[in-house]
């Protein structure tokens, strides 16, 4: 149990962890005026995440036998599918990653979110949360990890609130600092997005891998 838990904690960091949710947010905290729109982008992002993880759990369940039952055999041949699909999105990454002295550029849509609306915002945060591929395979494998360990339904409700809550945090983090802090961490926001994009595509390849590599191990010796 223990363990699939851990797994579980494991991918909701690195859900945390991917620069596109976190790019977007500061984004809007760099822009004047967006208040709503920030706000409506974590809405979205926590939302869409919650959605997912909880259709995924509770499909997993229906196909199981339920929350109490054994894992199935076709839950550990996913896992060792989605871990197959985590190392090769870090062999992804790994390629993306910019060289010495290369400049990163941001994607045009996110150099266009001055005109979005606070709609667009908060759609924006739902499909990257349900849409984006990379964390649609980590939303799956943190999904069947809770949905597999024997802790009933109140254990893995309890699972699914911590999973979002971590996954979730920098983004709700950094919208309720500015809140209270106002502009103060201006320079600190620029700082950080900088580094983020310039070393998360390093840093989300190792991560990946370890995490594919626990996956498809653990999917083979639950076989």
């Known amino acids: 149990m223990g363990e699939a838990i851990g797994e579980s904690i494991a991918l909701a960091v690195a859900l945390a962890l991917t620069s596109i949710p976190v790019v977007t947010i500061v984004l809007l905290l760099l822009e004047e005026g967006a208040g709503r729109r920030r706000l409506a982008f974590a809405s979205g992002w926590v939302l869409g995440t919650a959605v997912v993880l909880a259709v995924v759990i509770a499909a997993s ?10 894992p199935a055999r076709w839950a550990s041949i996913a896992r060792i599918a989605l871990g197959t699909g985590l190392l090769a999105l870090a062999v ?10 290369e400049p990163t550029e941001l994607p045009s849509w996110m150099q266009s979110l ?8 908060g759609l924006l945060g739902a499909g990257l ?3 984006n591929p990379k964390n649609l395979v980590l939303l799956l494998s943190g999904g069947l990890a ?12 309890v ?18 600092l500015y809140r ?7 320079r600190v926001l620029d700082t950080t997005n900088a580094w983020i994009v310039a070393n998360n595509a ?12 626990v996956l498809v191990v653990n999917g083979i010796a639950a076989l």
């Not at 992804?92 to 002295?101: L, S, T």
């Not at 001055?114 to 915002?121: A, D, I, L, Q």
Request: no cysteine; net charge positive; hydrophobic share 55%.
């Open 146 to 157: 809770i949905a597999g360990a024997p802790v009933g339904l109140a254990g893995e409700v």
């Open 159 to 176: 699972g699914a609130v911590v999973f979002v809550v971590v996954a979730t945090a920098p983004v709700v983090t950094l919208v309720l």
């Open 202 to 213: 390093v840093v989300m390849a190792v991560l990946l891998l370890v995490i594919g590599v």
């Open 114 to 121: 001055g005109g979005s609306t606070v709609t667009r915002s």
């Open 129 to 131: 949360a349900a849409g």
């Open 61 to 70: 369940d229906v196909l199981g036998g339920g929350p109490d039952a054994a």
């Open 180 to 186: 209270f802090l106002g502009t103060g961490p201006r």
């Open 92 to 101: 992804v990454d790994w390629r993306k990653r910019p060289r010495h002295g």
